[in-house]
């Protein structure tokens, strides 16, 4: 019930700056937590940072000081804005969140959606 999907990635120079996007759509009662992770060829999924309805922020100790995590409620969205860019940054990074939504009168609580990410390639 509920679609992500990213946005704003692309090819930059190391320094550079990327600001990512990911909006949620479909038919659903609710979206609290919403966060980003990013996969690097041969690598695992790797958190990046989440973020509560409230604000509340959580963030990977390697990127502190360089990314900040931000959303709208407003748009259901969620903002990841990467500077000071490296080469080790190149993956592919993906949205999730966690929301409710109703189906044939069942209300199913918690859920986790993932977009289809978005390439950040970093050159040096």
């Known amino acids: 019930q509920v679609k992500l999907v990213e946005s704003g990635g692309g090819l930059v120079q190391a320094g550079g700056s990327l600001r990512l996007s990911c909006a949620a759509s479909g038919t659903f009662t609710s979206i609290s937590d919403m966060a980003w992770y990013r996969q690097a060829p041969g690598k695992q999924r790797e958190f990046i940072a989440t973020?509560?309805?409230?604000?509340?922020?959580n963030m990977l100790d390697s990127v502190k000081g360089r990314f900040t995590i931000s959303r709208d409620n407003a748009k259901n969205a969620v903002y990841l804005q990467m500077n000071s860019l490296k080469p080790e940054d190149t993956a592919v990074y993906f949205c999730?969140?966690?929301?409710?939504?109703?189906?044939?009168?069942?209300?199913?609580?918690?859920?986790?959606?993932w977009g289809q990410g978005t390439q950040v390639t970093v050159s040096s």
């Open positions: 999730n969140a966690i929301g409710d939504y109703l189906s044939g009168g069942v209300y199913y609580g918690n859920n986790l959606y």
């Open positions: 973020i509560t309805r409230d604000g509340g922020t």
